[in-house]
């Protein structure tokens, strides 16, 4: 069962290993890495799964970072939403058991990745914020549950509202920081 537990210093590690491993694996169709979601916010209480956001120039063959990023243990987690999926494809490692750490696939410049980045970074910058959202995250995950995948998504629905003021927020404040 997965749960909601204090921020851990050692996240920020685990995602820099992980990154160098994806970078090498990928090369150069990597445009860039980024650490999102939660665990990339100091402080700021997650899942413990480090996600990884990896900016490409194009998302036609998705079959070009499949076999890379099976290489270094990630499996190809379909979205049931078609159009979500083209737009950001997801990864997961290990491939089966608790998952350690996310990959996020999404094309450089586009809609998706600015707004995962105005999101983490008005985080970073709004520590009030971060703290509602903490504490939106343990009350849904206690309502929720954590367990499978239908609990999963019924929390991850949940925290939408949310997400979307701030990222609204963020982005009319100038968000995210280049």
Not at 35 to 60: F, N, R, Y
Not at 128 to 151: C, F, H, I, M, P
Request: charged residues 25%; proline residues 6%.
């Amino acid at each position: 069962m997965l749960a909601i537990v204090p921020y851990d210093q050692n996240w920020p590690r685990q995602f820099d290993a992980e990154a160098e491993a994806l970078g090498a694996a990928l090369g150069s169709i990597v445009e860039r890495i980024e650490h999102v979601g939660s665990t990339s916010i100091i402080g700021l209480a997650a899942k413990p799964i480090i996600d990884v956001q990896i900016s490409v120039a194009s998302l036609e063959r998705l079959e070009a970072f499949a076999t890379p990023l099976a290489s270094v243990g990630y499996v190809h987690v379909p979205d049931p939403d078609p159009e979500f999926e083209r737009a950001y494809p997801h990864f997961r490692k290990p491939a089966v058991g608790v998952a350690t750490c996310h990959v996020h696939l999404c094309v450089s410049g586009s809609e998706m990745e600015r707004r995962h980045l105005a999101f983490r970074d008005y985080l970073r910058d709004h520590v009030d914020t971060a703290k509602q959202y903490a504490s939106l995250k343990r009350d849904l995950a206690e309502v929720n549950g954590l367990t499978g995948r239908e609990a999963r998504l019924r929390y991850t629905a949940a925290k939408g509202p949310f997400i979307e003021s701030v990222i609204e927020c963020a982005i009319a404040a100038g968000y995210p920081k280049r």
